[in-house]
């Protein structure tokens, strides 16, 4: 095995805290890292680093442990440009836009579908994610979702079956007969190529109790349960991903007392989405409420044609400063580990001696340049497994 010195960083952010300042973010200056293989090797001040076969020197920028985007929607085809430009002028955002991005999906060709990801995940490369969960949910018949969760589970190990997106069109009126088809024999054909098992229960799309029987459907065939959450309203989706043990509930937007102390006592994520938020104009998930309760939180982007049409995790970084009242180690930390634990994985979203050697170079002497140069592409190099 050939080593790598990646020398001379100015401020290393590991998120161990028992390295460094001893912070939750654990940061060590002047710092130096030892990668082989695709792991971490050695961590700590450069002065005592150890030999090895290659040296890099990163000139004193920064690094930060690569993002973990825990929440993206890759497998689509063509977008939604002017549904933006509507609801820029005032046309309120519902689930049923899918619908539009479903015709295209079905039409298009498995290579086109798989370019476009492709593009999409490079795309999220570049801007420092190193981690991608990616869910199928725009084929809604059982052909497509399984060629949408191959095309996931070639990019990704955290792919996620998403049949339960919308109800399709050709459903309308036979609700519980799609029901019946998400939770048995579409399942059946996407569970060899997904991870996890996801709803987007909301208003438009299921109920709880649809979401309940899905999730459970999954869970029998050994898919992990994740949901999306009162997004557009409070409907008991967070209290059923708790009592199911979700790795994860998604948007949080409309929260009482009881969803939060919930949470908190869970092991359950809170994963918000400002990209989200701030493409659709809605009212931004109070992730200060939720930290401060001690609920767990996570950042991701929702890429996807409707609502969040962006890659970036500084982006999302920037708005949860500016606007969920998030400080810049807060979601730093949510863009990183937390992403990590809300795809219930301790191998990723922190720089520790075994770790994955999966990590961003920020050109900028601290993290917190995320947060307070928004809109510029501070990310200089994106390693992912010691490459
Ligand atoms: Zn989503």
New binding site residues.
């Given amino acids: 095995m050939t080593t790598t010195l990646i020398d001379n960083i100015g401020l290393l952010v590991t998120n161990d805290p028992s390295n460094g300042d001893r912070s939750v973010l654990g940061i060590v200056r002047d710092a130096a890292m030892v990668i082989g293989a695709d792991r971490v090797m050695w961590v700590g001040r450069r002065a005592r680093a150890p030999e090895a076969d290659s040296r890099v020197d990163l000139d004193r920028q920064t690094v930060v442990p690569g993002f973990v985007d825990s929440?993206s929607?890759l497998i689509f085809a063509a977008d939604r440009a002017e549904e933006f430009v509507a609801r820029m002028a005032g046309t309120p955002y519902t689930a049923g836009g899918i619908s539009a991005t479903l015709i295209a999906t079905r039409e298009a060709s498995d290579d086109t579908l798989r370019l476009n990801a492709s593009r999409l995940v490079a795309e999220m490369a570049s801007s420092g994610t190193t981690t991608v969960e990616i869910?199928s949910g725009y084929g809604l018949t059982t052909d497509d979702e399984v060629r949408g969760l191959a095309v996931a589970h070639s990019l990704t190990p955290e792919s996620t079956y998403l049949g339960a997106h919308v109800v399709p069109i050709e459903f309308q009126g036979r609700r519980a007969d799609y029901v019946s088809l998400v939770a048995g024999s579409m399942l059946d054909a996407c569970a060899p190529a997904a991870r996890w098992i996801d709803v987007?229960c909301d208003r438009g799309a299921f109920d709880v109790d649809e979401a309940r029987v899905i999730l459970q459907a999954g869970i029998a065939r050994g898919l992990l349960p994740r949901l999306?959450a009162h997004q557009l309203e409070r409907t008991g989706a967070v209290q059923l991903g708790v009592q199911l043990d979700a790795a994860s509930v998604?948007h949080c937007n409309h929260m009482n007392d009881a969803d939060v102390d919930a949470l908190a006592g869970s092991a359950t994520v809170a994963t918000v989405?400002p990209g989200?938020d701030f493409s659709t104009r809605s009212g931004y998930a109070d992730a200060r409420r939720m930290i401060d309760a001690g609920v767990v939180v996570a950042l991701a982007t929702?890429c996807?044609p409707g609502s969040s049409y962006t890659t970036s995790m500084p982006f999302c970084i920037a708005v949860a400063v500016r606007d969920m009242h998030m400080t810049p180690a807060e979601a730093l930390w949510s863009a990183t580990a937390g992403g990590a634990r809300a795809l219930r994985r301790d191998d990723i979203g922190v720089l520790a001696v075994g770790k994955r050697a999966d990590f961003a170079v920020i050109a900028a002497p601290s993290y917190v340049h995320l947060a307070y140069r928004p809109g510029v592409a501070l990310v200089s190099a994106t390693w992912k497994s010691a490459r």
Avoid: G, M, R, Y
């Fill in positions: 929440h929607h869910k987007f999306h998604d989405l989200a929702d996807n």
